[in-house]
C-alpha cells in the first residue's frame, strides 16, 4: 500500500468513526439497536454507554483528521483506533451467540473491517512519499 491510499483510507475510516461518535452522542439507540437489540438500546444505562463508545469514536475520528490537515503524524491515531476497532470486534465476538443475527454480523464485519483497513494502513500513512 502506498502513503496516499494508506491516508484515503484512514480519512474515509474517521468520516465514518465521526458519524458513528456523533450519531451515538445524539441518538445513542440508532447504533445500539443492531447490536444489542432493541430491548436492551433503550435502557439507560445502555445509553450510557453508547455515548460513551460515541465520544471516543468521534474523538479517534477528529484526531486523524486533524492530523491529515496539519501534516501531523497520522500513524499513532490509525493505531489507538485499530486497537478501538479490534476491541469493538472481540467484545462482539464474546457475546456473539446472544447478540442479534443480522446486527452481529453487521458490527463485526464493521468493526473488523476497520482494523484490518487501519492495520494496513498505519506501517506507510507516515512515510516520505
Known sequence: ????????????????????????????????????????????????LARSLGARDLALGVGVMLALRHKAPVRGWVEGAVLADAGDALATLLAFGSLPKSGRWLVLASAAGAAAAGKLAAPVIDSEG
Open 1 to 48: 500500500m502506498e502513503r496516499d491510499q494508506a491516508r484515503q483510507i484512514a480519512e474515509a475510516v474517521a468520516v465514518g468513526r465521526i458519524a458513528i461518535g456523533i450519531t451515538a452522542l445524539v441518538a445513542p439507540t440508532v447504533p445500539l439497536r443492531p447490536w444489542v437489540g432493541r430491548d436492551f438500546a433503550w435502557q439507560p444505562r445502555a445509553k450510557l
